[in-house]
Antibody, heavy 119, light 112 residues
Framework: EVQLQQSGPEVGRPGSSVKISCKAS????????MNWVKQSPGQGLEWIGW????????DYAEKFKKKATLTADTSSSTAYIQLSSLTSEDTATYFC????????????WGQGTLVTVSS | DIVMTQGALPNPVPSGESASITCQSS???????????LNWYLQRPGQSPQFLIY???TRASGVSDRFSGSGSGTDFTLKISRVEAEDVGVYYC?????????FGSGTKLEIK
């Protein structure tokens, strides 16, 4: 069974950074791309970007290119997203989501991690 | 970027009735390979989204046949037959014809 287990809620000060993890199990981590999605409070879904864990290659939506950094550790089957220079606009729930090649980029979802930016 | 626009539902929908959710894309999602790259997801209250339909009309594994997708290159419909309490939540359409991947703003389904 595919499972994506995300790390717990984070509180970050304005201007600081946070790093969220997404531990994958139930499949070969390097076989599938991992996507990240943002959901602001009471709002819809925004795609942040993807990472190919096998090669470390990434792509980002334009608005997140200076905000998010995606990485992956194949030894622990864990994907990460780091959010930098936090502002109140970054307060949101962040989801990792695994693709299914050629079918959908968001076949399996993590439970989400709430990031709150507060001084 | 491809803009996805979703319509609203006349909530609440009586249990056992049908509900149709509309979605429009600013660009045709029909690929030259014949597939239409439009997906549907349901986000139940307090949960992560779950994958329902891909290629506009193909149900994901384990999804009830009460859910059906249809449409053209730019206009799409998700029909839910005989709505049940477990169908409550927000439905999102999403295109993966090209990057950046984009979602509609969501359509809320409430049941009476």
């Amino acid at each position: 069974e595919v499972q994506l287990q995300q790390s717990g809620p984070e509180v970050g000060r304005p201007g600081s950074s946070v790093k969220i993890s997404c531990k994958a199990s139930g499949y070969t981590f390097t076989d599938y791309v991992m996507n990240w999605v943002k959901q602001s409070p009471g709002q819809g879904l925004e795609w942040i970007g993807w990472i190919d864990p096998e090669y470390g290659s990434t792509d980002y939506a334009e608005k997140f290119k200076k905000k998010a950094t995606l990485t992956a550790d194949t030894s622990s089957s864990t994907a990460y997203i780091q959010l930098s220079s936090l502002t109140s606009e970054d307060t949101a729930t962040y989801f990792c989501a695994r693709d299914t090649m050629g079918i959908t980029p968001f076949a399996y979802w993590g439970q989400g991690t709430l990031v709150t930016v507060s001084s | 970027d491809i803009v996805m626009t979703q319509g609203a539902l006349p909530n609440p929908v009586p249990s056992g009735e049908s509900a149709s959710i509309t979605c429009q894309s600013s660009k045709s999602l029909l690929h030259s390979n014949g597939k239409t790259y439009l997906n549907w997801y349901l986000q139940r209250p307090g949960q992560s989204p779950q994958f329902l339909i891909y290629w506009m009309s193909t149900r994901a594994s384990g999804v009830s046949d009460r859910f059906s997708g249809s449409g053209s290159g730019t206009d799409f419909t998700l029909k839910i037959s005989r709505v049940e309490a477990e169908d409550v939540g927000v439905y999102y359409c999403q295109q993966d014809l090209e990057f950046p991947l984009t979602f509609g703003s969501g359509t809320k389904l409430e049941i009476k």
